[in-house]
């Protein structure tokens, strides 16, 4: 595992990264400019603990190999980037503890779901939820995701 410091807004112009994790900086509101370096690359993205955070960036849209996106315990977050559903590639997305988006992405009357009904394996819970459904999330197509949190 290589651990990656960056200050301030590093000039990093391009990382090849297949794997990034965000996670318990409680002063983050929005993401760093460098998180453009690794739209190309990036197959994970976990965005945990940062409860301060306003926005996810657009550049997110862009990350045409994402396959897993996590994003836990982050309650300001508000909203989804407006051209989700390009992310054609991706095959699971969590959100937990987010109340707000939580309650935009619900399967069929979300007014997120339409940005990812395409995406396999949904998971979308807010705390104390888990026991309604055996601790694993239904959508109507059948798919299932259970996910372990921290």
């Not at 410091?5 to 112009?13: D, G, Q």
């Not at 779901?113 to 197509?141: C, L």
Request: glycine content about 6%; aromatic content about 6%.
């Amino acid at each position: 595992m290589i651990n990656l410091s960056l200050y301030n807004e590093s000039p990093i112009r391009r990382l090849m990264m297949k794997h990034l994790y965000i996670g318990e900086l409680r002063g983050l509101l929005t993401f760093p400019g460098w998180i453009e370096g690794v739209v190309d690359t990036l197959e994970t993205l976990q965005i945990y603990e940062l409860p301060n955070l306003k926005t996810l960036p657009e550049c997110l849209t862009r990350m045409t190999r994402l396959k897993r996106l996590q994003i836990v315990e982050c309650p300001q977050l508000l909203s989804l980037p407006s051209r989700m559903h390009r992310l054609t590639s991706l095959e699971d997305l969590v959100i937990y503890g987010c109340p707000e988006l939580c309650r935009k992405c619900q399967p069929q009357s979300g007014e997120y779901w339409h940005m990812i009904a395409h995406i396999k394996n949904t998971s979308i819970e807010e705390p104390g939820e888990e026991g309604k459904v055996d601790d694993e999330a239904r959508v109507e197509n059948g798919d299932t995701c259970k996910e372990e949190f921290k």
